[in-house]
């Protein structure tokens, strides 16, 4: 007999399920003392580049919470590295040579991932020896304008206006960069699929810094591209574009099966958008973890009664938890999700 399909990717293809799959964006991290007890020896480079280490930091939340997905500890800046930026963390990226003139645009490569990101591809094969099979793995990428936002502007910033600027003072050279970020992870993902990831998740964190027309002439055309080199790759694609309320028109038209939807939309009013031919994914608040037990409830009940009853909801925060997140209030909200959705089938 087959073994059923497990819930999660059951639910990225919208077929029935026993219970609501959940898994939470950043789960393995600094609220969780078993990652800070890892991170005193080394730090987070260092972290991402041991294979036995990050595999150890992605099982954690898993093994604690029981949840329904692993997804690789690593970073987005991760595979950038290798196209020749000098990366660092503190906490966040930062960028030793930043992009700023259409010059060095030509100074990235688009590398093999066998020759520069091994380490990510071994930390893989490592996790589908030892995770459960009721915890499906994935595996993701930044989207292309996401990491463009890091590479130009040289680290994290509220408004990315060296970013922003770039794209309308130099749009061809905006996009000839896209293109290189979009191959490059187009090359990143299929290798982590060859090693045996089950799902693959592309972050635009970034998305919602964009009108719908530069959503649409410049981003959507590089994460399209991105989500066209997956073809033929037998397993659920997933896009997120953050703070993309505005934007979900378009964005269905990413090619993923599944979309993220961050808190700010109610997800009946996402699913009225992109329609019934995609899967989504989300969007309890992470701030709704810090209220008391009864208040977080009913947030939870809230995301489930918006999801609705049709297949093809999978279960998540609607951004990264916050560091200063008690881990038994993570507890709490993946119990109740699966005990209030047992039996729904769908
Ligand atoms: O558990 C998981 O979700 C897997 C690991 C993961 C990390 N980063 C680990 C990490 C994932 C999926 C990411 C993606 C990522 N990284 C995104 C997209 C998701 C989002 O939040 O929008 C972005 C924008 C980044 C860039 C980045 N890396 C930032 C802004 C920061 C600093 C912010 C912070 O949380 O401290 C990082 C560092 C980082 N990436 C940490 C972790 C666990 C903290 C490093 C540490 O331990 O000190």
Excluded at 157 to 185: G, H, Q, Y
Excluded at 239 to 264: C, H, M
């Amino acid at each position: 007999m087959r073994r059923p399909e497990p819930p999660f990717l059951a639910a990225c293809r919208r077929n029935p399920v026993p219970f609501t799959p959940v898994w939470i964006m950043r789960q393995a991290g600094r609220y969780l003392p078993e990652y800070r007890k890892v991170r005193e020896k080394v730090d987070f480079l260092t972290l991402t580049k041991t294979p036995e280490l990050a595999a150890e930091v992605t099982i954690q939340p898993v093994r604690r919470f029981g949840l329904d997905a692993a997804i690789l500890f690593s970073d987005i800046m991760t595979p950038v590295e290798g196209m020749g930026v000098d990366l660092e963390f503190d906490p966040g990226p930062v960028i030793g040579n930043p992009i700023r003139r259409p010059e060095d645009v030509d100074r990235l490569r688009v590398a093999d991932p066998r020759e520069t990101v091994p380490f990510v591809l071994e930390a893989i094969e490592i996790l589908r020896r030892e995770l459960p099979e009721s915890a499906p793995l994935i595996g993701f990428a930044g989207a292309p304008w996401t990491l463009f936002c890091y590479l130009v502007e040289g680290g994290g910033s509220k408004t990315f206006i060296k970013a922003k600027s770039f794209l309308f003072a130099e749009p061809d050279s905006a996009r000839v960069l896209l293109n290189r970020l979009a191959e490059m992870m187009a090359a990143y993902l299929r290798a982590q699929a060859e090693a045996g990831v089950q799902a693959l998740m592309v972050f635009d964190s970034w998305a919602g810094l964009l009108s719908p027309y530069e959503f649409r002439s410049f981003a959507l055309p590089a994460v399209r591209r991105t989500f066209e080199g997956l073809r033929g790759l037998d397993l659920p694609l997933i896009y997120f574009p953050n703070q993309g309320s505005t934007l979900l028109e378009d964005a269905k038209l990413a090619g993923a099966d599944v979309l993220g939807i961050d808190w700010r939309l109610p997800l009946s009013r996402a699913r009225a958008v992109v329609g019934s031919e995609v899967a989504v994914q989300g969007n309890l608040d992470p701030a709704a973890l810090f209220a008391p037990r009864d208040a977080l409830g009913t947030q939870i009940r809230s995301v489930l009664r918006e999801a609705g009853p049709e297949p093809g909801h999978i279960f998540n925060l609607g951004h990264g938890i916050e560091r200063t997140t008690d881990p038994d209030a993570v507890a709490f909200l993946v119990d109740r999700v699966h005990e209030w959705t047992e039996g729904n089938g769908g």
